[in-house]
Protein backbone atom coordinates (compact mmCIF):
# COMPACT_ATOMS: atom_id res chain seq x y z
CA UNK A 1 0.00 0.00 0.00
CA UNK A 2 1.15 3.30 -0.75
CA UNK A 3 0.28 6.56 0.92
CA UNK A 4 -0.40 9.41 -0.50
CA UNK A 5 -0.64 13.68 1.54
CA UNK A 6 -3.92 13.99 2.83
CA UNK A 7 -3.92 18.41 1.69
CA UNK A 8 -2.57 19.98 4.49
CA UNK A 9 -4.12 18.37 7.04
CA UNK A 10 -0.81 17.23 7.88
CA UNK A 11 -1.99 13.13 7.77
CA UNK A 12 -0.81 10.11 5.09
CA UNK A 13 -3.30 8.46 4.23
CA UNK A 14 -4.21 4.86 2.13
CA UNK A 15 -4.24 5.78 -1.63
CA UNK A 16 -6.99 2.87 -1.27
CA UNK A 17 -8.82 4.10 1.86
CA UNK A 18 -12.39 2.05 2.72
CA UNK A 19 -15.94 3.52 1.70
CA UNK A 20 -18.26 2.34 4.77
CA UNK A 21 -21.64 3.24 2.99
CA UNK A 22 -22.37 -0.53 1.66
CA UNK A 23 -21.83 -2.08 5.63
CA UNK A 24 -24.07 0.45 6.75
CA UNK A 25 -27.35 0.05 4.47
CA UNK A 26 -29.21 0.55 1.06
CA UNK A 27 -26.82 -1.91 -0.81
CA UNK A 28 -29.54 -4.97 0.04
CA UNK A 29 -28.75 -7.08 3.70
CA UNK A 30 -25.24 -6.96 5.41
CA UNK A 31 -24.25 -8.88 7.95
CA UNK A 32 -22.13 -6.78 10.85
CA UNK A 33 -19.94 -10.08 11.22
CA UNK A 34 -18.79 -10.34 7.40
CA UNK A 35 -18.46 -6.39 7.69
CA UNK A 36 -16.01 -6.93 10.76
CA UNK A 37 -13.84 -8.84 8.83
CA UNK A 38 -13.80 -6.37 5.42
CA UNK A 39 -12.90 -3.38 7.96
CA UNK A 40 -10.00 -6.11 9.84
CA UNK A 41 -9.26 -6.73 6.21
CA UNK A 42 -8.65 -3.00 5.13
CA UNK A 43 -6.61 -2.49 8.06
CA UNK A 44 -4.42 -5.61 7.47
CA UNK A 45 -4.06 -4.53 3.96
CA UNK A 46 -2.81 -0.95 4.98
CA UNK A 47 -5.44 1.10 4.58
CA UNK A 48 -5.41 3.57 7.66
CA UNK A 49 -8.14 6.03 6.39
CA UNK A 50 -12.24 5.25 6.31
CA UNK A 51 -14.80 7.17 4.84
CA UNK A 52 -18.64 7.06 6.44
CA UNK A 53 -21.49 8.70 7.50
CA UNK A 54 -23.88 9.34 10.01
CA UNK A 55 -26.67 8.02 7.74
CA UNK A 56 -25.19 4.90 6.76
CA UNK A 57 -27.28 3.06 8.02
CA UNK A 58 -28.39 5.60 10.98
CA UNK A 59 -25.19 5.00 12.92
CA UNK A 60 -24.42 1.43 12.18
CA UNK A 61 -21.35 2.56 10.12
CA UNK A 62 -20.01 4.72 12.73
CA UNK A 63 -20.47 2.55 15.23
CA UNK A 64 -18.66 -0.80 13.54
CA UNK A 65 -15.76 1.67 12.79
CA UNK A 66 -15.64 2.30 17.02
CA UNK A 67 -15.12 -1.41 16.98
CA UNK A 68 -12.69 -1.74 14.51
CA UNK A 69 -10.69 1.41 16.53
CA UNK A 70 -11.43 -0.89 19.50
CA UNK A 71 -10.30 -3.80 18.01
CA UNK A 72 -7.06 -2.70 16.25
CA UNK A 73 -3.73 -0.84 17.44
CA UNK A 74 -2.96 1.12 14.53
CA UNK A 75 -3.92 4.69 13.84
CA UNK A 76 -7.22 4.60 11.64
CA UNK A 77 -8.55 7.90 10.44
CA UNK A 78 -11.68 8.43 10.13
CA UNK A 79 -13.75 10.90 7.79
CA UNK A 80 -17.59 11.53 8.34
CA UNK A 81 -20.13 13.34 7.18
CA UNK A 82 -23.14 15.48 8.35
CA UNK A 83 -26.20 16.92 6.67
CA UNK A 84 -27.93 14.03 5.09
CA UNK A 85 -30.26 13.87 8.53
CA UNK A 86 -31.99 16.96 7.19
CA UNK A 87 -35.38 16.60 6.74
CA UNK A 88 -36.71 18.58 4.48
CA UNK A 89 -32.61 18.36 3.12
CA UNK A 90 -32.30 22.31 3.09
CA UNK A 91 -29.38 25.28 2.72
CA UNK A 92 -31.23 26.74 5.89
CA UNK A 93 -30.37 23.52 7.96
CA UNK A 94 -26.95 23.40 7.64
CA UNK A 95 -26.42 25.96 10.57
CA UNK A 96 -24.58 26.02 13.87
CA UNK A 97 -27.38 24.19 15.99
CA UNK A 98 -27.94 21.15 13.31
CA UNK A 99 -24.60 20.96 12.65
CA UNK A 100 -23.55 20.71 16.05
CA UNK A 101 -26.21 18.59 16.94
CA UNK A 102 -24.97 15.70 14.67
CA UNK A 103 -21.69 15.82 14.91
CA UNK A 104 -22.33 15.71 18.98
CA UNK A 105 -23.82 11.85 17.58
CA UNK A 106 -21.03 11.26 15.09
CA UNK A 107 -19.04 11.29 18.38
CA UNK A 108 -21.16 9.04 20.44
CA UNK A 109 -21.02 6.96 17.57
CA UNK A 110 -17.29 6.82 16.71
CA UNK A 111 -16.74 6.80 20.77
CA UNK A 112 -14.26 9.78 20.32
CA UNK A 113 -14.12 13.40 21.68
CA UNK A 114 -13.07 15.08 18.37
CA UNK A 115 -13.99 14.04 14.35
CA UNK A 116 -10.32 13.62 12.60
CA UNK A 117 -12.67 15.15 9.25
CA UNK A 118 -16.00 16.25 9.13
CA UNK A 119 -17.17 16.41 5.10
CA UNK A 120 -20.88 18.63 4.86
CA UNK A 121 -22.70 15.81 3.01
CA UNK A 122 -23.54 16.87 -0.43
CA UNK A 123 -25.60 19.73 0.93
CA UNK A 124 -27.95 22.17 -1.95
CA UNK A 125 -25.89 24.42 -3.80
CA UNK A 126 -26.90 27.22 -1.84
CA UNK A 127 -25.09 26.50 1.06
CA UNK A 128 -21.61 26.72 -1.07
CA UNK A 129 -23.00 30.60 -0.75
CA UNK A 130 -23.48 31.19 3.17
CA UNK A 131 -19.77 31.95 4.58
CA UNK A 132 -21.75 31.40 7.84
CA UNK A 133 -21.87 27.67 6.89
CA UNK A 134 -18.00 27.52 7.06
CA UNK A 135 -17.90 29.99 10.24
CA UNK A 136 -20.04 27.51 12.12
CA UNK A 137 -17.36 24.64 11.08
CA UNK A 138 -14.30 27.48 12.37
CA UNK A 139 -15.97 27.74 15.64
CA UNK A 140 -16.14 23.67 15.92
CA UNK A 141 -12.80 23.24 14.93
CA UNK A 142 -12.04 25.94 17.81
CA UNK A 143 -14.33 23.67 20.14
CA UNK A 144 -12.34 20.60 19.40
CA UNK A 145 -15.05 18.75 18.47
CA UNK A 146 -13.34 18.45 14.73
CA UNK A 147 -9.85 18.60 13.80
CA UNK A 148 -10.63 19.27 10.08
CA UNK A 149 -13.11 19.72 7.88
CA UNK A 150 -13.97 19.62 4.14
CA UNK A 151 -17.01 18.85 1.58
CA UNK A 152 -18.53 16.03 0.03
CA UNK A 153 -19.97 17.41 -3.37
CA UNK A 154 -22.19 16.29 -6.29
CA UNK A 155 -21.25 18.76 -8.63
CA UNK A 156 -17.66 20.34 -10.10
CA UNK A 157 -18.87 24.06 -9.80
CA UNK A 158 -19.72 23.78 -5.79
CA UNK A 159 -15.97 22.16 -5.52
CA UNK A 160 -14.90 25.31 -6.77
CA UNK A 161 -16.47 27.25 -4.88
CA UNK A 162 -16.21 25.22 -1.35
CA UNK A 163 -12.79 25.65 -1.95
CA UNK A 164 -12.72 29.67 -1.93
CA UNK A 165 -13.49 29.22 2.09
CA UNK A 166 -9.53 28.88 3.18
CA UNK A 167 -10.14 25.98 5.81
CA UNK A 168 -11.63 23.35 3.84
CA UNK A 169 -9.06 20.74 4.17
CA UNK A 170 -11.02 18.25 1.49
CA UNK A 171 -13.15 17.84 -1.51
CA UNK A 172 -14.63 14.04 -1.95
CA UNK A 173 -16.32 14.10 -5.38
CA UNK A 174 -17.22 11.25 -8.37
CA UNK A 175 -14.34 10.46 -10.04
CA UNK A 176 -13.59 7.10 -12.30
CA UNK A 177 -13.41 6.24 -15.87
CA UNK A 178 -17.12 7.36 -16.33
CA UNK A 179 -16.46 10.75 -14.52
CA UNK A 180 -13.65 12.65 -16.03
CA UNK A 181 -15.02 15.92 -16.24
CA UNK A 182 -13.58 16.79 -12.24
CA UNK A 183 -9.95 16.22 -13.75
CA UNK A 184 -10.63 18.80 -16.53
CA UNK A 185 -11.18 21.95 -14.56
CA UNK A 186 -11.28 21.08 -10.43
CA UNK A 187 -8.00 19.49 -10.14
CA UNK A 188 -5.81 22.10 -11.03
CA UNK A 189 -7.17 24.56 -8.73
CA UNK A 190 -7.26 21.78 -5.64
CA UNK A 191 -3.81 21.06 -6.54
CA UNK A 192 -2.78 24.83 -6.27
CA UNK A 193 -4.62 25.02 -2.85
CA UNK A 194 -3.50 21.82 -1.60
CA UNK A 195 -6.60 20.43 -1.15
CA UNK A 196 -7.01 16.57 -0.32
CA UNK A 197 -9.71 14.57 -2.83
CA UNK A 198 -11.31 11.39 -1.94
CA UNK A 199 -12.00 9.73 -5.06
CA UNK A 200 -15.70 8.26 -4.52
CA UNK A 201 -18.06 5.76 -6.49
CA UNK A 202 -14.74 4.45 -7.62
CA UNK A 203 -15.71 1.22 -9.21
CA UNK A 204 -19.27 3.07 -10.28
CA UNK A 205 -21.26 1.18 -7.72
CA UNK A 206 -19.56 -2.13 -8.98
CA UNK A 207 -19.91 -1.88 -12.45
CA UNK A 208 -16.64 -1.18 -13.22
CA UNK A 209 -16.12 -4.49 -11.62
CA UNK A 210 -17.11 -6.16 -14.42
CA UNK A 211 -19.37 -8.82 -12.98
CA UNK A 212 -22.77 -7.06 -13.67
CA UNK A 213 -24.60 -8.14 -16.33
CA UNK A 214 -27.79 -7.46 -17.77
CA UNK A 215 -29.59 -10.49 -15.82
CA UNK A 216 -27.79 -8.62 -11.98
CA UNK A 217 -30.64 -8.69 -9.88
CA UNK A 218 -30.01 -6.15 -6.89
CA UNK A 219 -32.55 -6.62 -3.64
CA UNK A 220 -35.43 -4.17 -3.21
CA UNK A 221 -33.33 -2.14 -0.38
CA UNK A 222 -30.30 -1.69 -2.42
CA UNK A 223 -29.67 1.84 -4.31
CA UNK A 224 -28.98 0.13 -7.42
CA UNK A 225 -32.48 -1.54 -7.99
CA UNK A 226 -34.50 1.70 -6.04
CA UNK A 227 -32.51 4.68 -6.81
CA UNK A 228 -31.55 3.66 -10.60
CA UNK A 229 -33.32 7.10 -11.67
CA UNK A 230 -32.99 9.17 -8.60
CA UNK A 231 -35.38 8.49 -6.94
CA UNK A 232 -34.24 8.81 -3.40
CA UNK A 233 -31.12 10.63 -3.73
CA UNK A 234 -29.12 12.20 -6.66
CA UNK A 235 -29.11 10.08 -9.62
CA UNK A 236 -25.17 10.32 -10.00
CA UNK A 237 -24.82 8.23 -7.24
CA UNK A 238 -25.90 5.26 -8.27
CA UNK A 239 -23.55 3.79 -11.17
CA UNK A 240 -22.16 7.30 -11.10
CA UNK A 241 -25.38 8.35 -13.41
CA UNK A 242 -24.32 6.45 -16.21
CA UNK A 243 -27.31 4.58 -17.72
CA UNK A 244 -27.40 0.68 -16.77
CA UNK A 245 -26.92 -0.66 -20.36
CA UNK A 246 -24.91 2.06 -21.40
CA UNK A 247 -22.00 1.48 -18.80
CA UNK A 248 -22.44 -2.59 -19.63
CA UNK A 249 -21.64 -2.00 -23.35
CA UNK A 250 -18.34 0.32 -22.04
CA UNK A 251 -17.06 -1.96 -19.23
CA UNK A 252 -16.76 -4.30 -22.27
CA UNK A 253 -14.68 -2.26 -24.35
CA UNK A 254 -12.25 -1.77 -21.22
CA UNK A 255 -12.53 -5.48 -20.70
CA UNK A 256 -10.18 -5.60 -23.74
CA UNK A 257 -7.41 -3.59 -22.23
CA UNK A 258 -7.28 -5.37 -19.34
CA UNK A 259 -2.96 -5.51 -18.94
CA UNK A 260 -1.76 -8.54 -17.51
CA UNK A 261 -2.08 -9.30 -13.82
CA UNK A 262 -5.08 -6.81 -13.74
CA UNK A 263 -8.92 -7.54 -12.69
CA UNK A 264 -10.84 -5.17 -14.11
CA UNK A 265 -11.76 -3.60 -9.73
CA UNK A 266 -7.88 -2.93 -10.09
CA UNK A 267 -7.60 -1.68 -13.30
CA UNK A 268 -10.38 0.90 -12.65
CA UNK A 269 -8.71 1.82 -9.34
CA UNK A 270 -5.47 2.38 -11.06
CA UNK A 271 -7.06 4.52 -13.49
CA UNK A 272 -8.15 6.95 -10.77
CA UNK A 273 -4.41 6.63 -8.73
CA UNK A 274 -2.80 7.87 -12.10
CA UNK A 275 -3.78 10.95 -11.33
CA UNK A 276 -1.09 13.11 -8.86
CA UNK A 277 -4.23 15.40 -7.59
CA UNK A 278 -6.09 12.43 -6.38
CA UNK A 279 -5.04 11.43 -2.52
CA UNK A 280 -7.44 8.28 -2.35
CA UNK A 281 -9.89 6.08 -4.22
CA UNK A 282 -12.24 4.81 -1.86
CA UNK A 283 -14.04 1.31 -3.02
CA UNK A 284 -16.93 0.24 -0.96
CA UNK A 285 -16.50 -3.24 0.05
CA UNK A 286 -18.65 -5.23 2.10
CA UNK A 287 -16.25 -8.71 2.11
CA UNK A 288 -12.41 -8.95 2.90
CA UNK A 289 -11.90 -10.55 -0.54
CA UNK A 290 -13.29 -7.53 -2.27
CA UNK A 291 -11.03 -5.54 -0.01
CA UNK A 292 -8.20 -7.17 -0.07
CA UNK A 293 -8.43 -7.33 -4.26
CA UNK A 294 -9.11 -3.47 -3.91
CA UNK A 295 -6.32 -2.76 -1.96
CA UNK A 296 -4.36 -4.66 -3.96
CA UNK A 297 -4.94 -1.79 -6.71
CA UNK A 298 -2.05 0.40 -5.30
CA UNK A 299 1.01 -1.71 -5.66
CA UNK A 300 -0.15 -2.53 -9.59
CA UNK A 301 2.40 -0.82 -12.07
CA UNK A 302 1.12 2.43 -13.67
CA UNK A 303 -1.06 2.11 -16.60
CA UNK A 304 0.08 1.96 -20.17
CA UNK A 305 -0.05 5.59 -21.83
CA UNK A 306 -2.35 3.25 -24.48
CA UNK A 307 -4.50 1.93 -22.22
CA UNK A 308 -5.16 5.71 -20.87
CA UNK A 309 -5.41 7.08 -24.30
CA UNK A 310 -8.62 4.15 -25.02
CA UNK A 311 -10.29 4.85 -21.82
CA UNK A 312 -10.54 8.46 -22.98
CA UNK A 313 -11.89 7.58 -26.25
CA UNK A 314 -14.38 5.47 -25.26
CA UNK A 315 -15.25 7.95 -22.56
CA UNK A 316 -15.61 10.48 -25.55
CA UNK A 317 -17.86 7.75 -27.45
CA UNK A 318 -20.23 6.50 -24.84
CA UNK A 319 -20.49 8.34 -22.14
CA UNK A 320 -19.75 12.16 -22.78
CA UNK A 321 -22.71 13.00 -24.82
CA UNK A 322 -25.06 11.80 -21.76
CA UNK A 323 -23.00 12.18 -18.65
CA UNK A 324 -20.30 15.23 -19.02
CA UNK A 325 -22.35 18.32 -18.58
CA UNK A 326 -24.38 17.03 -15.76
CA UNK A 327 -22.32 17.26 -12.59
N1 LIG B 1 -22.67 11.58 -1.05
C1 LIG B 1 -21.57 11.03 -0.63
O1 LIG B 1 -20.79 11.65 0.06
C2 LIG B 1 -21.26 9.62 -1.05
C3 LIG B 1 -22.05 8.98 -1.99
C4 LIG B 1 -21.67 7.72 -2.44
C5 LIG B 1 -20.55 7.10 -1.91
N2 LIG B 1 -19.81 7.74 -0.97
C6 LIG B 1 -18.60 7.10 -0.39
O2 LIG B 1 -17.85 6.48 -1.40
C7 LIG B 1 -17.68 5.09 -1.09
C8 LIG B 1 -17.57 4.30 -2.36
O3 LIG B 1 -18.64 4.49 -3.23
P1 LIG B 1 -19.76 3.41 -3.42
O4 LIG B 1 -19.72 2.44 -2.27
O5 LIG B 1 -21.01 4.14 -3.67
O6 LIG B 1 -19.41 2.70 -4.77
P2 LIG B 1 -18.19 1.89 -5.37
O7 LIG B 1 -17.02 1.90 -4.47
O8 LIG B 1 -18.06 2.40 -6.74
O9 LIG B 1 -18.82 0.42 -5.45
C9 LIG B 1 -18.87 -0.36 -4.30
C10 LIG B 1 -19.54 -1.69 -4.57
O10 LIG B 1 -18.88 -2.39 -5.62
C11 LIG B 1 -18.82 -3.77 -5.32
N3 LIG B 1 -17.40 -4.14 -5.24
C12 LIG B 1 -16.42 -3.53 -4.52
N4 LIG B 1 -15.24 -4.14 -4.69
C13 LIG B 1 -15.45 -5.14 -5.56
C14 LIG B 1 -14.62 -6.14 -6.11
N5 LIG B 1 -13.31 -6.19 -5.84
N6 LIG B 1 -15.18 -7.03 -6.96
C15 LIG B 1 -16.48 -6.97 -7.25
N7 LIG B 1 -17.34 -6.07 -6.75
C16 LIG B 1 -16.82 -5.15 -5.90
C17 LIG B 1 -19.54 -3.96 -4.00
O11 LIG B 1 -20.92 -4.22 -4.19
P3 LIG B 1 -21.59 -5.68 -4.34
O12 LIG B 1 -20.64 -6.69 -3.80
O13 LIG B 1 -22.87 -5.60 -3.59
O14 LIG B 1 -21.84 -5.79 -5.80
C18 LIG B 1 -19.42 -2.60 -3.38
O15 LIG B 1 -20.39 -2.31 -2.41
C19 LIG B 1 -18.90 4.79 -0.20
O16 LIG B 1 -18.74 3.61 0.55
C20 LIG B 1 -18.95 6.03 0.63
O17 LIG B 1 -17.96 5.97 1.64
C21 LIG B 1 -20.14 8.99 -0.54
Redesign the pocket.
Known sequence: MHYRDLGRTGWKVSEIS?????IGGS??SVDDGESMAALHKAVDCGVNFI???DV?GMGRSERLIARLKRERTEQILVAT?AG?RLSPHTADGYNAQNLTAFIEDSLRNLATDSLDLL?L??PPTDAYYRPEVFGALDRLVEQGKIRHYGV?V?RVEEALKAIEYPNVKTV?I?F?VFRLRPACLFFEQAVRKRIGI?A?????????????TRQSQFASD?H?QFNRHGEA??AG?TF?GVAYETGLAAVEEMRNLLPAGF???QFALRWILMFDAVTCA??????P???E??CAASDRPPLPEEAMAAIRRIYDEKIRGDLHQRW
Not at 200 to 210: K, T
Not at 282 to 287: D, L, N, T
Open positions: FGAWAWGDTAYKRQHCSEQINLRVPLASGLLSGKLDRFDESTMPIPGGKRSQVEN
